[in-house]
Each structure stands twice: as C-alpha cells, then as structure tokens.
C-alpha cells in the first residue's frame, strides 16, 4: 500500500515512464491490437449455463461500449502506474494477472491525499483475501472516501495475435463491486487493460448483470 498527496498529475492521461510497460504497448501495438474495443477468439459455451453466462457477459460489454453504463476512456496516470507496478512483478505478456487496487482519498487542513491498497498474487485470479479490505475498511472508518476500485483484464487471443482484455465489468465483478458499494461507501469501480479503462459510478452498476 501506499499514501501521498494527490496531485492532478494522477488523474490526467498521462503515462509513467516506465520502459517494461512501455514495451507492453508496444507489444499489443505490434499485433494491431490496442483498440478502444478489443477483437478477440469468442468462448464456445459447453452448457446451457455456461451460455447464459456468457450472454450476460456480453450484455455488460455492450453497455460499456454504447455508453449507457459508464465510459471506457484512455488510460489515466494513477492507474497506468498501478498497471506497470503488476507488470513489473509479473509480466502480463507471459504471465498474465488479475490485480485489485482501492483507491481512497483524504481532505484534511486543505490537503487531499490518496492511499492506494494494492492486492494481487502470481495466479490468474488472485483470492480475495488478498485484496486487503479490511485495510480499506480502516481507512473508510477514519473518514477517507473510497473513490474507486481498479482491477485489470488480461490480454486475450485473436488467432495468432494478441488481443487486449475487455474494457467492462464481469457478471462477477459487478457483483464484488456493488457489495463494497453497499458496505464500504465504494463511489466507482475500474476495469483497465492497459490501454483503456471502462469506469462505472456505484449508481450505473445497478444497469449490469451480476452472477
């Protein structure tokens, strides 16, 4: 975890200079792949369930891409830095994986200042009980506001080419999401692949589809 003043520096489009996920980008670029909507091999259910899963996963995405939940923007600096930080310890190219970071934020004498909570492992999908919301919940409980939480999808495949993960909220991430909305006061949640990031705001998360 972190802590430090916030700085419009962080919320601006800007990217760290940091030449592993610079390399990132230009690795996704190579292949044509770093578009707002990632192209990508479609999952061929295997069970009705399955099917249905897929479809509400589907419906997420395109509310995500038309707009009427949320809005997929370029990356911005803060969760650019996140991004690199989980690269650097496992490379997203070779090893792709899931990390969660909450961003909180803390008005006092006229200082704003962020703490960020990061939690990932070396696994696809990192367990929750690494996420740190009990240090999350700290924070809430001293008065910090629990601006956002961000998490990444990883890269995927078109063919033989790269693909960027899906700027969009999963079945499973709305459901996450919408429970820390509820019990910790989350204001936002985050989706970043690297190059693009889907927001949607506490209120939009009740127009998504959750397992």
């Excluded at 009705?48 to 600096?77: K, M, T, V």
């Excluded at 506001?145 to 909220?169: C, D, K, M, V």
């Amino acid at each position: 975890m972190w802590e430090f003043p916030d700085d419009t520096v962080y919320s601006s489009f800007v990217l760290p200079a940091d030449s592993a996920y610079l390399a990132y980008r230009d690795a996704i670029r190579a292949d044509g792949a770093d578009v707002r909507f990632p192209v990508a091999d479609q999952p061929t259910p295997t069970t009705d369930e399955e099917a249905a899963i897929w479809s509400d996963e589907h419906f997420n995405g395109e509310l995500a891409r038309s707009g009427e939940a949320g809005i997929i923007e370029p990356i911005h600096c803060l969760d650019a830095l996140l991004f690199a930080w989980q690269h650097s310890r496992v490379s997203q190219l070779e090893h792709p994986t899931e990390f969660l970071a909450s961003v909180l934020q803390s008005e006092e004498n006229g200082e704003s200042r962020l703490a960020v909570v990061f939690g990932s492992a070396e696994e696809m999908y990192p367990p929750k009980t690494v996420y740190g919301f009990d240090v999350v919940d700290e924070y809430v409980a001293m008065g910090w506001r629990y601006r956002y939480a961000l998490h990444n999808h990883t890269i995927q495949r078109n063919g033989e080419l790269l693909a960027l993960g899906t700027p969009a909220l999963s079945t499973s991430d709305v459901q996450l999401t919408r429970n820390l909305a509820k019990g910790a006061g989350l204001e936002s949640a985050r989706v970043t692949n690297g190059f693009y990031t889907y927001l949607a705001t506490a209120e939009e998360l009740g127009k998504l589809r959750s397992r």
